[in-house]
């Protein structure tokens, strides 16, 4: 599949921290994209703010095997002063989530998925729930 997909932090967090009820559609994706069946695309803010979310919740060994093993599986846009230039520029309101969109649209990826759509109003490229997009792969 050459189409890139995006995943917002609380996607990887979702995965790291076992968070339940949002769990299962959140491993579908990081499985599919260790396998190769989607190629997916961080931002190299989502390190940063993993690696705090895990150290604080869990511990410091758990955060860094967290950010080892999403070097390992996704594409990582570097955080950089374009990237940051266009989120103080960007339509979305929230800096970290414009931080995120100016990223997926260096990706170049279809959309961006993650479970706080109503963050990215203003966004120039797709929004959605993994439910969504899951339920998208499927339909194709």
């Avoid at 759509?117 to 439910?131: C, N, S, V």
Wanted: charged share 20%.
């Amino acid at each position: 599949m050459s189409d890139v997909v995006f995943l917002d932090t609380n996607v990887l967090l979702d995965v790291l921290l076992a968070r339940k009820p949002f769990l299962n559609d959140a491993q579908r994706l990081w499985t599919m994209a260790e396998r190769g069946q989607i190629q997916a695309a961080v931002s190299g803010i989502s390190f940063l703010n993993v690696y705090y979310v895990v150290r604080r919740l869990a511990s410091g060994r758990e955060a860094d095997l967290a950010v080892r093993g999403m070097r390992a599986v996704f594409q990582i846009v570097p955080l950089d002063r374009e990237i940051i230039d266009e989120a103080i520029q960007s339509p979305v309101a929230d800096f970290e989530d414009a931080v995120q969109h100016a990223s997926a649209i260096r990706a170049a990826a279809n959309c961006i998925v993650t479970r706080n759509e109503r963050h990215f109003r203003g966004a120039t490229i797709p929004i959605m729930g993994p439910d969504v997009f899951l339920a998208k792969l499927a339909g194709q």
